[in-house]
């Protein structure tokens, strides 16, 4: 009898172990989320009105959104939400008039 109570005891403490691995293991991860495009301030340092559409391009590679209805503007978008902190948006919108740069607008939240 003394056995048996021994190896019950040893079961349950297998089975308690195994289920104190398992609940570990389902605990809740959250990630970083990253949208859009990433502006560096050297980039934005580097842009200057009078400039052409493919210079810009080259600065700051194709814009997020480009409306078809509005050519002469371009969005560029970056959203970033780190985990269980408070989300950033930056935006900046630049706008063309005969393939040149005349105005630049920008805004971080």
């Avoid at 609940?23 to 991860?29: E, G, L, T, V």
């Avoid at 400039?51 to 810009?56: G, L």
Wanted: positive net charge; glycine residues 4%.
């Amino acid at each position: 009898m003394g056995i048996n109570f021994i190896t019950v005891m040893i079961y349950r403490y297998l089975i308690t172990l195994a289920l104190l691995f398992l609940f570990s293991a389902c605990s809740i991860h959250k990630i970083d989320i990253q949208q859009g495009n990433i502006i560096e301030d050297k980039q934005r340092e580097k842009l200057q009105l009078g400039m052409r559409k493919q210079q810009v391009l080259r600065l700051l590679g194709t814009p997020l959104i480009q409306d078809p209805f509005h050519p002469n503007r371009w969005d560029y978008t970056y959203y970033f939400k780190p985990a269980n902190k408070p989300a950033q948006l930056n935006q900046l919108t630049l706008f063309f008039e005969a393939e040149y740069l005349i105005f630049i607008n920008s805004d971080q939240t």
